[in-house]
């Protein structure tokens, strides 16, 4: 088991940037996969974010429309999963929610969520 404990969401003007943090209460050393989801009023729940630790190091994934402006990262001495959001858009405001996937990619911990929201 282990809990995720997200972070640093708020209230951003557009073109703005916010970090977003998930702690996890235990080594995240031996999990395969973390990463961020966000959910939006009214859409369902999608894959931002995802970092994937392998044999030959870290491998990291983005949906397109954050590609270049989001950069997520791990810090496993640390056991915390960072999301870095510049050039933050309108259409970013959502709920975003760390997730950790033990083996495999699909989440099996999920945080309580973190609000964002991005003003005009």
């Known amino acids: 088991q282990v809990q995720l404990v997200e972070s640093g969401g708020g209230l951003v003007q557009a073109g703005g940037s916010l970090r977003l943090s998930c702690a996890a209460s235990?080594?995240?050393?031996?999990?395969?996969?973390m990463g961020w989801y966000r959910q939006a009023p009214g859409k369902q729940r999608e894959l931002v974010a995802s970092?994937?630790?392998?044999?030959?190091?870290?491998?990291?994934k983005y949906t397109d429309s954050v590609k270049g402006r989001f950069t997520i990262s791990r810090d496993n001495a640390k056991n915390t999963v960072y999301l870095q959001m510049n050039s933050l858009k309108r259409e970013d405001t959502a709920v975003y929610y760390c997730?950790?996937?033990?083996?495999?990619?699909?989440?099996?911990?999920w945080g309580q969520g973190t609000q964002v929201t991005v003003s005009s």
């Open positions: 235990r080594s995240i050393f031996s999990i395969n996969a």
């Open positions: 970092i994937i630790t392998g044999i030959s190091g870290s491998s990291t």
């Open positions: 997730y950790a996937a033990a083996a495999g990619t699909l989440p099996d911990y």
